[in-house]
């Protein structure tokens, strides 16, 4: 870099460009900060460590509902069941036509052909 | 440069063979979570999602072909896991193997330890090449004879049948974790191993499978107190009281089970000091311990965070002493990586044979070695484009300025999706092998 240019360089941004030579870190630190005002001062803190030791999203299940959902099938004609395999969540009782097949992995390993 | 070997500057690396379907659409029971070879370097074992194993075996080198070490061909194949439902929590227990670790050869049988979140399973790995034939009693396809038609007596003897490996299960070790199984190591006494999760390490026999004991657990009474995690777990290779376990905090615990039976004091503990001027949002979470190997030596430890390789003399615990930057240019990426959550990925690492190179993963299915005698680090590249049968592989460039240089490639386009977070390296030979998300690669030295 020649000194004429260094020259023409306001203080205010020998600055920045010297905090970001030091540490590219912190400037990426202030841009997660400016996308996510919201953010936590700590990343560490035990909110992050407890979402690790759970995996996963409980799937809750309610055997009275599911009963009862079956049998008020058993009085109509079945629906025919979604075409879309969306995930069963909120308001509507799965039935056994909703429920995903649980996989069993009786297919060999592609690492084995 | 050529590539970093053992020990000497000139290894150059070759790709030998490549498992795996080509296609792009990788289906999510495909994904490569674990590679380990055995012992004696003949047998290496794959895990993925869908908890399937695949043991792949040398085959012995040909006297025609003495350049080329022998090839690996699959040697048996198993579903080693299936996925479960924890009833109690509503939560479905995924049967990705996250680690297999083998027993050192007794006998004429192999066993290996497969863990998933939850679950550890011995099994044993026969082979069967002989079968009884000529029965009193019974045809040689299983039908029982007629017995009027018994009028002499034989003795069965074994013929010669086409060999036939058999896996099954010998024993299960269940129910002793709460948190999410990451590590399982076997002790150097051949009897015992342990089981890490997020928060505890339990000590089990080899034999006894309806107990075992709890040896470090770091869970506080209030949760809301938690600051760390263990993150990997290690019996030392020949001290079989010493073990060593890792966190998310970057500290490396080493615990003597002699001193007591609950080893939450421990005997050593490793940290590298921080500049506290440095001390971003990221810190913490890059400086997590991904993965942490004893050398075959014993008298180092090598730990795996985000950025970095370090290894450790046991003898030092204020800082490591070698410390190697894997992919440095990811330090001004930092957003993006928390954004996309690549920052939490775990790369394992790996020593060859003589404890003189390291090997880690990268993305853009790069991988790099590191040559502590000679002070050189390779980066080279699993991919199909160098896959002629013993091609020379090229070192590869990341660019990093702003002038990019033919043959480099610039940070901006690497392909973060595609990672090798596994690696092993045969424990004699330079032979290693390398998985991309759902390849196995396999590379040999040059040999001339």
Redesign the interface.
């Known amino acids: 870099m020649s000194e004429e240019v260094e020259g023409t360089r306001t203080a205010e941004e020998k600055q920045e460009m010297e905090d970001t030579v030091i540490?590219?870190?912190?400037?990426?630190?202030a841009?997660?900060?400016a996308?996510y005002p919201n953010?936590a001062?700590k990343?560490?803190?035990?909110d992050l460590?407890?979402k690790?030791?759970?995996?996963?999203v409980?799937?809750?299940?309610d055997s009275g509902d599911y009963n009862m959902a079956k049998a008020k099938m058993k009085n109509k004609q079945l629906p025919s069941a979604p075409t879309e395999k969306t995930e069963i969540t909120g308001g509507h009782i799965p039935t056994p036509q909703d429920l995903p097949q649980?996989?069993?992995?009786?297919?060999?390993?592609?690492?084995?052909? | 440069m050529a590539g970093a070997g053992g020990g000497n500057s000139d290894v150059q690396w070759c790709f030998s063979q490549v498992k795996g379907a080509i296609d792009d659409d990788v289906a999510e029971a495909d994904i490569i979570s674990t590679v380990e070879f055995n012992h004696s370097g003949e047998l290496l074992a794959t895990g993925d999602k869908g908890g399937r194993v695949v043991i792949f075996q040398q085959e012995p080198e040909s006297k025609n072909q003495p350049q080329c070490r022998g090839e690996y061909n699959v040697y048996s194949t198993f579903q080693s896991h299936e996925p479960e439902f924890d009833y109690l929590k509503s939560l479905e227990i995924e049967e990705k193997i996250n680690k297999i670790r083998w027993l050192p050869q007794k006998n004429a049988a192999q066993f290996l330890l497969s863990t998933n979140d939850k679950t550890i399973k011995l099994w044993k790995i026969s082979e069967r090449d002989k079968r009884p034939e000529g029965y009193n009693l019974k045809e040689e396809d299983g039908r029982y004879r007629d017995l009027n038609t018994v009028t002499t007596l034989r003795v069965p003897v074994f013929r010669p049948m086409d060999l036939m490996v058999e896996a099954s299960p010998r024993r299960v070790f269940s129910n002793a974790h709460t948190y999410h199984i990451n590590s399982i190591s076997v002790n150097s006494d051949c009897e015992t191993y342990l089981s890490a999760d997020d928060l505890r390490i339990n000590l089990w026999n080899l034999e006894i499978n309806d107990r075992s004991f709890n040896i470090v657990d770091i869970k506080p009474t209030n949760m809301e107190e938690l600051t760390e995690v263990i993150t990997a777990a290690e019996f030392h290779p020949n001290q079989c009281n010493t073990f060593v376990y890792s966190s998310s905090k970057g500290t490396i615990r080493l615990c003597d089970m002699r001193a007591s039976a609950l080893c939450d004091q421990h005997a050593k503990q490793f940290e590298e000091p921080e500049d506290p001027n440095n001390r971003s949002f990221f810190s913490e979470i890059i400086s997590s311990i991904s993965d942490v190997k004893f050398s075959h030596s014993g008298r180092y430890m090598m730990t795996r965070d985000y950025l970095s390789v370090k290894i450790w003399d046991l003898n030092m615990e204020s800082r490591p002493v070698e410390t190697y930057q894997v992919h440095e240019y990811l330090r001004s990426k930092l957003c993006s990586l928390y954004e996309n959550d690549c920052i939490f990925d775990k790369f394992e690492c790996c020593w060859n044979g003589n404890d003189s190179v390291v090997m880690t993963g990268s993305y853009n299915n790069f991988f790099r070695m590191f040559d502590r005698g000679y002070r050189q680090d390779v980066t080279l590249e699993a991919s199909r484009e160098n896959s002629k049968p013993r091609s020379v592989l090229k070192p590869r460039k990341v660019s990093t300025g702003g002038k990019r240089k033919k043959d480099e490639i610039s940070v901006d386009s690497l392909d973060f999706n595609k990672k090798i977070l596994h690696t092993a390296w045969h424990p004699l030979d330079n032979i290693i092998a390398v998985a991309t998300t759902n390849n196995l690669y396999i590379f040999q030295e040059k040999l001339n």
């Not at chain 1, 990343?43 to 035990?46: A, F, I, K, T, V």
């Not at chain 1, 690790?52 to 996963?56: A, D, E, I, T, V």
């Not at chain 1, 649980?102 to 052909?113: D, E, F, N, P």
């Open positions: 540490s590219p870190e912190k400037a990426e630190e841009k997660l900060k996308r953010l001062a990343p560490g803190g035990s460590l407890r690790r030791l759970q995996k996963g409980p799937k809750y299940f649980r996989k069993t992995s009786i297919v060999a390993s592609k690492l084995a052909g």
